[in-house]
Protein backbone atom coordinates (compact mmCIF):
# COMPACT_ATOMS: atom_id res chain seq x y z
CA UNK A 1 0.00 0.00 0.00
CA UNK A 2 1.48 3.42 -0.91
CA UNK A 3 0.74 6.45 1.21
CA UNK A 4 0.00 8.79 -1.57
CA UNK A 5 -2.22 8.46 -4.57
CA UNK A 6 -3.57 10.19 -7.43
CA UNK A 7 -7.35 10.19 -8.91
CA UNK A 8 -8.79 12.51 -11.91
CA UNK A 9 -9.14 15.37 -9.69
CA UNK A 10 -8.14 14.45 -6.31
CA UNK A 11 -4.62 13.44 -4.27
CA UNK A 12 -5.22 11.44 -1.24
CA UNK A 13 -2.30 10.92 1.29
CA UNK A 14 -1.25 9.38 4.48
CA UNK A 15 0.33 12.68 6.27
CA UNK A 16 2.98 13.40 8.83
CA UNK A 17 2.53 15.26 12.17
CA UNK A 18 3.89 18.38 10.90
CA UNK A 19 0.58 18.84 9.11
CA UNK A 20 -0.95 18.80 12.40
CA UNK A 21 -2.11 22.95 11.66
CA UNK A 22 -3.19 21.72 8.40
CA UNK A 23 -5.83 18.88 10.14
CA UNK A 24 -6.92 21.23 12.68
CA UNK A 25 -8.17 23.78 9.98
CA UNK A 26 -9.75 21.19 8.07
CA UNK A 27 -11.66 20.32 11.30
CA UNK A 28 -12.36 23.63 12.95
CA UNK A 29 -13.84 25.01 9.03
CA UNK A 30 -16.94 22.61 9.85
CA UNK A 31 -16.76 21.51 13.55
CA UNK A 32 -20.71 21.81 13.93
CA UNK A 33 -20.97 19.89 10.70
CA UNK A 34 -18.41 16.53 11.69
CA UNK A 35 -19.76 16.70 15.08
CA UNK A 36 -23.28 15.88 14.34
CA UNK A 37 -22.39 12.46 13.39
CA UNK A 38 -20.17 12.08 15.62
CA UNK A 39 -18.95 11.12 19.31
CA UNK A 40 -18.33 13.72 21.66
CA UNK A 41 -15.45 15.42 20.94
CA UNK A 42 -12.36 15.02 24.12
CA UNK A 43 -11.47 18.25 25.74
CA UNK A 44 -8.75 18.60 24.22
CA UNK A 45 -9.35 17.73 20.25
CA UNK A 46 -9.00 21.51 18.90
CA UNK A 47 -5.36 21.58 19.60
CA UNK A 48 -1.89 21.23 17.66
CA UNK A 49 -1.00 18.78 20.04
CA UNK A 50 -3.82 16.62 19.91
CA UNK A 51 -4.12 16.61 16.06
CA UNK A 52 -0.01 15.81 15.94
CA UNK A 53 -0.38 13.12 18.20
CA UNK A 54 -3.34 11.58 16.57
CA UNK A 55 -1.19 11.94 13.19
CA UNK A 56 1.69 10.17 14.92
CA UNK A 57 -0.94 7.38 15.63
CA UNK A 58 -2.46 7.23 12.18
CA UNK A 59 1.35 6.78 10.97
CA UNK A 60 1.62 4.09 13.51
CA UNK A 61 -1.20 2.06 12.37
CA UNK A 62 -0.58 2.58 8.83
CA UNK A 63 2.82 1.28 8.67
CA UNK A 64 1.55 -1.70 10.27
CA UNK A 65 -1.19 -2.12 8.17
CA UNK A 66 -3.89 -2.21 11.06
CA UNK A 67 -5.62 1.36 9.61
CA UNK A 68 -5.25 3.92 6.39
CA UNK A 69 -6.52 7.48 7.08
CA UNK A 70 -6.12 9.63 3.55
CA UNK A 71 -6.40 12.75 3.61
CA UNK A 72 -7.88 14.68 0.11
CA UNK A 73 -7.01 17.33 -1.12
CA UNK A 74 -7.67 18.93 -4.48
CA UNK A 75 -5.07 18.82 -7.40
CA UNK A 76 -4.35 22.15 -7.60
CA UNK A 77 -4.14 23.33 -3.82
CA UNK A 78 -2.36 20.39 -1.92
CA UNK A 79 -2.02 22.85 1.40
CA UNK A 80 -5.67 22.64 1.98
CA UNK A 81 -7.31 19.77 3.24
CA UNK A 82 -10.95 19.33 2.36
CA UNK A 83 -11.99 15.91 3.05
CA UNK A 84 -10.86 12.68 4.65
CA UNK A 85 -11.48 9.01 4.09
CA UNK A 86 -10.58 6.00 6.34
CA UNK A 87 -10.22 2.60 6.34
CA UNK A 88 -10.33 0.70 9.76
CA UNK A 89 -10.96 -2.27 11.98
CA UNK A 90 -9.14 -4.64 8.91
CA UNK A 91 -9.64 -8.04 9.63
CA UNK A 92 -7.51 -10.89 8.01
CA UNK A 93 -8.55 -14.51 7.60
CA UNK A 94 -12.03 -15.49 7.74
CA UNK A 95 -13.93 -12.56 7.78
CA UNK A 96 -11.57 -10.75 5.46
CA UNK A 97 -13.20 -6.77 5.93
CA UNK A 98 -13.01 -3.65 6.98
CA UNK A 99 -15.16 -0.72 7.55
CA UNK A 100 -14.68 2.68 6.24
CA UNK A 101 -15.28 6.44 7.20
CA UNK A 102 -14.93 9.37 5.71
CA UNK A 103 -16.12 13.13 5.62
CA UNK A 104 -16.11 16.12 3.25
CA UNK A 105 -15.83 20.07 4.02
CA UNK A 106 -19.00 21.54 3.25
CA UNK A 107 -17.78 24.06 0.31
CA UNK A 108 -17.04 20.74 -1.18
CA UNK A 109 -19.90 19.46 -1.47
CA UNK A 110 -21.92 18.43 -4.55
CA UNK A 111 -18.55 17.93 -6.22
CA UNK A 112 -18.67 14.56 -7.12
CA UNK A 113 -15.17 15.03 -4.59
CA UNK A 114 -16.35 12.76 -2.07
CA UNK A 115 -17.83 9.76 -4.65
CA UNK A 116 -14.43 9.97 -6.51
CA UNK A 117 -12.37 9.28 -2.99
CA UNK A 118 -14.82 6.33 -2.11
CA UNK A 119 -14.35 4.98 -4.98
CA UNK A 120 -11.10 4.63 -5.03
CA UNK A 121 -10.50 3.67 -1.70
CA UNK A 122 -12.84 0.89 -2.13
CA UNK A 123 -10.92 -0.45 -5.05
CA UNK A 124 -7.79 0.20 -3.14
CA UNK A 125 -9.39 -2.41 -0.43
CA UNK A 126 -10.27 -5.18 -2.90
CA UNK A 127 -7.41 -4.90 -5.29
CA UNK A 128 -4.02 -4.04 -2.94
CA UNK A 129 -5.30 -5.08 0.67
CA UNK A 130 -7.28 -8.18 -1.06
CA UNK A 131 -9.99 -7.64 1.41
CA UNK A 132 -13.67 -9.49 0.51
CA UNK A 133 -16.01 -6.75 2.76
CA UNK A 134 -16.27 -3.12 3.58
CA UNK A 135 -18.71 -1.76 5.90
CA UNK A 136 -19.49 1.76 6.63
CA UNK A 137 -22.17 2.85 9.00
CA UNK A 138 -24.62 5.74 8.82
CA UNK A 139 -27.46 7.42 10.58
CA UNK A 140 -30.48 6.54 8.66
CA UNK A 141 -31.07 10.54 8.47
CA UNK A 142 -27.92 11.56 7.10
CA UNK A 143 -29.71 11.18 3.15
CA UNK A 144 -26.24 12.62 2.20
CA UNK A 145 -24.00 10.05 3.22
CA UNK A 146 -26.57 7.19 2.31
CA UNK A 147 -26.75 8.72 -1.51
CA UNK A 148 -22.85 8.72 -1.60
CA UNK A 149 -22.81 4.66 -0.69
CA UNK A 150 -25.57 3.69 -2.53
CA UNK A 151 -23.57 5.31 -5.80
CA UNK A 152 -20.65 3.62 -5.05
CA UNK A 153 -22.36 0.15 -4.73
CA UNK A 154 -22.91 -0.55 -1.31
CA UNK A 155 -25.90 -1.91 0.23
CA UNK A 156 -28.47 -1.65 3.54
CA UNK A 157 -28.36 -4.80 5.30
CA UNK A 158 -29.87 -3.35 8.03
CA UNK A 159 -29.99 -1.18 11.04
CA UNK A 160 -28.00 -1.74 13.95
CA UNK A 161 -30.79 -0.31 16.96
CA UNK A 162 -28.41 1.94 20.00
CA UNK A 163 -25.64 1.22 17.56
CA UNK A 164 -23.27 4.30 18.88
CA UNK A 165 -23.83 6.71 21.74
CA UNK A 166 -23.48 10.08 20.18
CA UNK A 167 -24.11 13.45 22.76
CA UNK A 168 -25.76 11.33 25.36
CA UNK A 169 -28.29 9.50 23.23
CA UNK A 170 -27.89 6.42 21.76
CA UNK A 171 -28.43 6.17 17.92
CA UNK A 172 -29.57 3.78 15.41
CA UNK A 173 -26.94 3.30 12.46
CA UNK A 174 -27.83 1.57 9.29
CA UNK A 175 -25.01 -1.16 8.10
CA UNK A 176 -24.29 -0.59 4.44
CA UNK A 177 -21.80 -3.18 2.56
CA UNK A 178 -19.96 -3.45 -0.42
CA UNK A 179 -18.53 -6.74 -1.31
CA UNK A 180 -15.45 -7.55 -3.75
CA UNK A 181 -16.83 -8.11 -7.00
CA UNK A 182 -15.94 -11.41 -8.94
Known amino acids: MLFCYETERLFLKIIKPDQADA ?11 FEKYEPDRMENFYTHQYQKQMLVFEDNM ?7 RFYVYEKGDRNKI ?9 ARGYSSCCETGYKFSSAYHHKGYATEALSFVTNLVFQELKLHRIMAWVQPDNEASIRLLKRVGFICEGICHDYLMLHGQWKDHAQYCLIQPE
Open 23 to 33: VLDFYMRDKEL
Open 62 to 68: AMKGRMY
Open 82 to 90: IGTICVHRI
